[in-house]
């Protein structure tokens, strides 16, 4: 009578893989991080008071769209902000000190739509990421919309740029001086031209 | 010594923050590996940390009857993955394709012929693992969090309601209504 289960049990991952133990050093890195967020946090702190000026991007399915942010391009849920309605969401996304918010096309009252159903985007979000090579292989290999692959910008950023599914524009980016700290290589200076 | 109840220990972090710090040390492990078995390894760490900072942001709301908080944090971990339907579809499937080609480490599910668990092995392959993992992932997000929690990670219906959020009679029914679904499928690929 209990087969059913019995077969469900035999899916748990580790009973089909055995799992390596869990590396302390995670556990000791997420403590510490923990009881850092848990020094500095302060209650009053809205979702606004990362950042006082944020988008709100029109998306017609909203959770798709959560749910490409975070996997293509490695935003992350305020989960505990986000608002169901029902029939749409609320729901606002962090990557590093920036903050989007997103929610159904609106035409009445925020006269906002899906560049999808507009058909062209006047907006474009500019990313800055910790490496951005290594966020641009992430994104590729989700099957990211890449619009432009990543390369370096004479005025001194390694950038690409992406459209996610519905048609909103994203530029990732990572200044020449940041990638030079963190070890990586970047294009030699050019000399100076004359003009 | 006593061991103060994690119920106090979250009272206690409401005036004293830091007192927070020891249920991390009492959960994390758990949590962390039904994460992974949920969403795999690589969203597991993220996601981790996420479980303790929303707790932690929450715990002027938990209810100080219940002294162990792990249901709890359970439920907050379970509110996560809900996020994250595809890596989950992603991870079943995975899970269920190896079924098919490694012998089952799980004693209890197999005999101690070898030969016979890859023989085994086969049969469950032909037997529609993955389409077992497609109607896992297919599942109501209500009903397979209700059936993972029970079937994995053995919470008790009490604990699962409480995780979920839900009262206990809606543990029940959603179970029923998940392994009927499994059961069906039974039948179809059951020949």
């Not at chain 1, 996304?93 to 985007?121: F, K, Y």
């Not at chain 1, 690409?160 to 990572?174: L, M, N, Q, S, V």
């Not at chain 2, 219940?66 to 079943?92: F, K, M």
Request: charged share 30%; aromatic share 6%; with cysteine.
């Amino acid at each position: 009578m209990d087969d059913d289960l019995e077969r469900l049990r035999r899916l748990r991952p580790d009973r089909v893989e055995p799992d390596d133990p869990p590396e302390p050093a995670v556990f000791v890195r997420m403590k510490e991080q923990l009881m850092s967020q848990i020094a500095t946090y302060e209650p009053e702190a809205s979702i606004g008071a990362t950042s006082d000026l944020y988008p709100r991007l029109a998306y017609a399915d909203q959770l798709a769209a959560i749910e490409h942010l975070e996997r293509v391009f490695q935003l992350h849920e305020i989960r505990e902000a986000r608002m169901d309605h029902g029939d749409h969401v609320l729901a606002w996304l962090r990557i590093g000190s920036g903050i989007v918010m997103l929610g159904p096309p609106n035409e009445e009252v925020h006269r906002i739509v899906s560049p999808r159903d507009a058909g062209a985007t006047t907006v474009q979000m500019m990313v800055y990421v910790d490496d951005v090579d290594a966020h641009y292989a992430r994104a590729v290999a989700e099957g990211a919309d890449v619009t432009m692959a990543l390369e370096d910008a004479f005025y001194g950023e390694r950038r690409y740029e992406a459209t996610d599914p519905e048609g909103h524009r994203w530029h990732f980016a990572e200044r020449f001086a940041h990638i030079a700290a963190r070890g990586g290589t970047v294009p030699e200076p050019q000399p100076e031209q004359d003009c | 010594m006593e061991v103060e109840p994690d119920a106090e220990l979250i009272a206690a972090s409401l005036d004293d923050p830091e007192r927070f710090g020891p249920l991390f040390d009492r959960h994390a492990s758990v949590l962390y590996r039904y994460l992974i078995r949920r969403v795999g390894v690589d969203e597991a760490e993220g996601l981790l940390g996420d479980v303790f900072r929303i707790a932690f942001e929450k715990r002027s709301g938990y209810d100080p009857d219940r002294p162990d908080a792990r249901p709890w944090l359970y439920g907050i971990a379970t509110n996560l993955v809900a996020h994250r339907r595809r890596s989950e579809a992603r991870r079943l499937d995975a899970v269920a394709r190896l079924l098919g080609t490694v012998p089952t480490i799980d004693g209890a599910a197999s005999g101690s012929d070898p030969t016979a668990e890859r023989a085994a092995g086969r049969v469950d392959a032909e037997a529609g693992w993955p389409h077992i993992a497609d109607a896992v992932a297919a599942l109501p997000a209500g009903e397979r969090d209700a059936l993972l929690l029970y079937a994995w990670e053995d919470l008790s219906y009490a604990e699962i309601a409480e995780a979920l959020a839900v009262p206990v009679g809606t543990v029940r029914s959603r179970l029923n209504r998940a392994r009927a679904h499994l059961r069906e499928l039974d039948v179809v690929s059951g020949r």
